[in-house]
Nanobody, 117 residues
Framework: QVQVVESGGGLVQAGGSLRLSCAASGSMFSIKAMAWYRQAPGKQRELVASITGGGSANYADSVKGRFTISRDNAKNTVELQMNSLKPEDTAVYYC???????????WGQGTQVTVSE
């Protein structure tokens, strides 16, 4: 399991950008896949982007071309660069280890992203 602290959320206008950061701790971080999820009020949590230990990334169709996930294994961090933000991107964003999600469903505090029209 990876312990994480998310930061970087805030209030922005549509079309703006934010960069989220995830500071992680735990053993063998460099070989673990990591991911960003989000959850809007009244909706189920969804996978936004994932990245393997080797740096291969995948994205939800709704954010493809706008968001970029990256990692720095030396710093144990995972970033999510969000550009061209839309009101429908408004949600609490969480960083997590997908294996931990499946086995224990443990989540951190998340960081709020609000996009105004």
């Amino acid at each position: 399991q990876v312990q994480v602290v998310e930061s970087g959320g805030g209030l922005v206008q549509a079309g703006g950008s934010l960069r989220l950061s995830c500071a992680a701790s735990g053993s063998m971080f460099s070989i673990k896949a990591m991911a960003w999820y989000r959850q809007a009020p009244g909706k189920q949590r969804e996978l936004v982007a994932s990245i393997t230990g080797g740096g291969s990334a995948n994205y939800a169709d709704s954010v493809k071309g706008r968001f970029t996930i990256s990692r720095d294994n030396a710093k144990n961090t995972v970033e999510l660069q969000m550009n061209s933000l839309k009101p429908e991107d408004t949600a609490v964003y969480y960083c997590n280890d997908p294996v931990s999600v499946l086995l224990h469903d443990h989540w951190g505090q998340g960081t709020q992203v609000t996009v105004s029209e």
